[in-house]
């Protein structure tokens, strides 16, 4: 069994920060992709953020330049640092991950539960 547990959200006035963790868990022989995604009310769940095993990132323009995504292979975790944030980045944030399982044959989707991020004076 392989889960994905993120931590680290909560209430913060504009232009606070955050730093979001998600944790993998379980027999697990490697990570590749690991991704931030949030979920605004009544919306779609939309892509934050990419990162590679070997730390390529990629970060969605409305988050470029505020938001930090980095990981520690070593964890099994990925990190998501949001320094001046907005109140239209309120939304829950969910990890996402492409994980081989120790007795797999090939990476699967594996997803949070999700981390409520409410941005507000």
């Known amino acids: 069994q392989v889960q994905l547990a993120e931590s680290g959200g909560g209430l913060v006035q504009p232009g606070g920060s955050l730093r979001l963790s998600c944790a993998a868990s379980?027999?697990?022989?490697?990570?590749?992709?690991m991704r931030w995604y949030r979920q605004l009310p009544g919306e779609q769940r939309e892509s934050v953020a990419t990162i590679s095993r070997d730390g390529i990132t990629y970060c969605d323009d409305s988050v470029k330049g505020r938001f930090t995504i980095s990981r520690d292979n070593a964890k099994n975790t990925a990190y998501l640092q949001m320094n001046s944030l907005k109140p239209e980045d309120t939304a829950v944030y969910y990890c996402n991950a492409d994980i081989w399982r120790l007795y797999g044959d090939t990476y699967s989707s594996h997803w949070g539960q999700g981390t409520q991020v409410t941005v507000s004076s």
């Open positions: 379980g027999v697990i022989r490697r990570i590749n992709l």
